[in-house]
C-alpha cells in the first residue's frame, strides 16, 4: 500500500488532489491528536477549502500508511492472522476512501467512533480488503 510515495508522478497527483474543492468540514487542532476514530476521520475528511487541507491529506495518509505497515508487520508472525489483504496495486488513496465510506456508514456509531484511531482504520480497511 505504501508504493505510491515512491512514484513522483504520484505526489503530484497527491498535491493535485490535496486542492480538489470537495465538501468542506470545519478541522479542530484537537483533531490532530488522533485520540479518537472519529478526529482522525475529520482530518481525512478534509478538503481543500479548508485552511489546513494539505496538512490534513497528509497526516491522513501517513496515519493510513503506518497503521498498514503496523498491521503487515505483526500479522507477519505466525500465530497472527491477517485481516487486511490489500491487493499489491491498491494506494494509501484507496485506503482513505475505504476509511472514508466506512466512516460514512458508522458515523452514528459512538462506540466506534471513539475507538483508538488505528482500530477505526482496520476495521475499515479489513472490511474493504477482508481476508477470506
Known sequence: MNRIIQ??????A???LAVQ??????LDESDFNFD??????????ATGDSPAALEALLACRAFIEASVQYHDVVSDRKRVKRLICYKVNDTIEDGRQA??????????????MNEMPVVGVVRALAKARSCK
Open 36 to 45: 479518537t476514530t472519529e478526529d482522525l476521520l475529520q482530518v481525512c475528511g
Open 7 to 12: 512514484h513522483p508522478a504520484a505526489l503530484a
Open 14 to 16: 497527491l498535491l493535485a
Open 21 to 26: 474543492p470537495m465538501t468542506s468540514q470545519a
Open 99 to 112: 476509511f472514508l465510506t466506512w466512516g460514512a456508514e458508522n458515523k452514528g456509531n459512538q462506540t466506534l
